[in-house]
Nanobody
Framework: QVQLVESGGGLVQAGDSLTLSCVASGIVYSVGWFRQAPGKDREFVAAINWSGVDTYYGDSVKGRFTISRDNGKNTVYLQMTRLKPEDTAVYFC??????????????????WGQGTQVTVSS
């Protein structure tokens, strides 16, 4: 059983930047970030494979968000820049235990964190 803990959320203004962190209690392979706004489905944001070489982004965040990881710290980061009000959501990190798979599918991720709220004011 792996536990994931997100942190770094908060209230920011449009155009600001924010970095989220996801700390895993053990070794995980690919890690994804998802978000969910009230009344909407969970949306894929970004994913990174074990080595950190391969990344994958959702269309709505491409060019603004960057995912990275530090395996020595069991931590994955989501650097968010040029934030928009439509980025407001609860952000979740999730771990995929299939080596080297890089997926945008919610069902492919086995472990999930509790989420951290990001609110972007206009």
């Amino acid at each position: 059983q792996v536990q994931l803990v997100e942190s770094g959320g908060g209230l920011v203004q449009a155009g600001d930047s924010l970095t989220l962190s996801c700390v895993a209690s053990g070794i995980v392979y690919s890690v994804g970030w998802f978000r969910q706004a009230p009344g909407k489905d969970r949306e894929f944001v970004a994913a990174i494979n074990w080595s950190g070489v391969d990344t994958y982004y959702g269309d709505s965040v491409k060019g603004r968000f960057t995912i990275s990881r530090d395996n020595g710290k069991n931590t994955v980061y989501l650097q968010m820049t040029r934030l928009k009000p439509e980025d407001t959501a609860v952000y979740f990190c999730a771990a995929d235990m299939i080596y080297q798979r890089l997926s945008r599918g919610v069902d492919d991720y086995m472990y999930w964190g509790q989420g951290t709220q990001v609110t972007v004011s206009s």
